[in-house]
């Protein structure tokens, strides 16, 4: 049986979601951690976050954007510091894994293991733009996340833009 878990809703969700992946505490310093990790990792990597990159939902990753992020959001009202598109992609990237994220019409597969031993991990992203842990078999979640035909692979169209780019 599918369950989604309870990630606080507070504009982090994402970062939980991973750490909880992780197996980290279930702290404010475990979503802090994945967080922290995720944009040092951006910031370091600027190659990846061109402008022209498909994976830029509108955001510049410069300086601001950078010491931004890099700070908890306070609350879910924080937009500007929720996870969108290209973060899901470094969250893979500093992990070494393949993280599914599924909507209710789409998949996105960024598959970014280290190697064939490497984890997989899946999140839900609900209405709402929050994201979810789901503790389940992977066919169930596929078939309860959408059809079949409607799902979409890594190199499928990108669902419509929302507030976090996602």
Do not use: K
């Not at 504009?11 to 922290?36: E, I, V, Y």
């Not at 979409?152 to 990108?158: D, F, Q, R, T, V």
Request: glycine fraction near 8%; include cysteine; hydrophobic fraction near 40%.
């Amino acid at each position: 049986m599918i369950r989604p878990t309870d990630i606080l809703a507070d504009g982090n969700c994402a970062f939980r979601a991973m750490a909880r992946h992780l197996r980290l505490p279930q702290d404010q310093a475990a979503h802090q951690t994945t967080r922290t990790a995720t944009i040092t990792f951006m910031r370091g990597h600027p190659e990846l976050w061109a402008p022209t990159d498909p994976t830029d939902d509108g955001r510049h990753f410069n300086a601001a954007y950078f010491n931004r992020m890099a700070g908890a959001a306070q609350n879910a009202g924080e937009v500007d510091r929720w996870a969108g598109y290209a973060e899901l992609i470094a969250l893979a990237h500093v992990y070494h894994c393949r993280l599914i994220v599924r909507g209710t019409t789409y998949t996105h597969d960024f598959d970014r293991r280290a190697n064939a031993g490497s984890p997989t991990y899946e999140i839900f992203h609900e209405r709402g733009n929050h994201y979810q842990v789901v503790v389940g078999p992977a066919p169930a979640l596929a078939a309860a996340a959408a059809p079949s035909s409607t799902l979409l692979s890594a190199s499928g169209a990108p669902p419509p833009p929302s507030a976090t780019g996602l």
